[in-house]
């Protein structure tokens, strides 16, 4: 059974830094696309960062260029998201997603939440000015 869980949210000021973790088992980790997404109150589900885990290759929104950064840790089956110089506009519920059928690789997809067969529940970032 594939299980993501996120965990490292919580309430900053402006400026301060978060990170996020999501760990994940039920599947081989290392061959998949993994991707954090954000939905704040009344929006859309937005990407803000994706990495290929058995490559490396990453993908940010320009939104959070800079910023952000995602990692992971294979060996313990774990995506990161540091999150720094945090804005009020961060604020939103996280979620970690993984594609294990490949439909996020190539033609910029990984943004697309419905690339995303598997979803954590969720961890809220709140940030205030």
Do not use: H
């Not at 800079?66 to 110089?85: E, H, P, V, W």
């Not at 961060?90 to 910029?108: E, F, P």
């Amino acid at each position: 059974q594939v299980q993501l869980v996120e965990s490292g949210g919580g309430s900053v000021q402006a400026g301060g830094s978060l990170r996020l973790a999501c760990a994940a088992s039920g599947y081989t980790y290392s061959s998949v696309s993994m991707g954090w997404f954000r939905q704040a109150p009344k929006k859309e589900r937005e990407g803000v960062a994706a990495i290929w885990t058995g490559g490396g290759t990453i993908y940010y929104a320009d939104s959070v260029k800079g910023r952000f950064t995602i990692s992971q840790d294979n060996a313990k089956n774990t995506l990161y998201l540091q999150m720094n110089s945090l804005k009020p506009d961060d604020t939103a519920m996280y979620y970690c997603a993984a594609d294990t059928d490949g439909r996020s690789l190539g033609g910029g997809r990984w943004s697309d939440q419905y690339a995303y067969n598997y979803w954590g529940q969720g961890t809220q970032v709140t940030v205030s000015s």
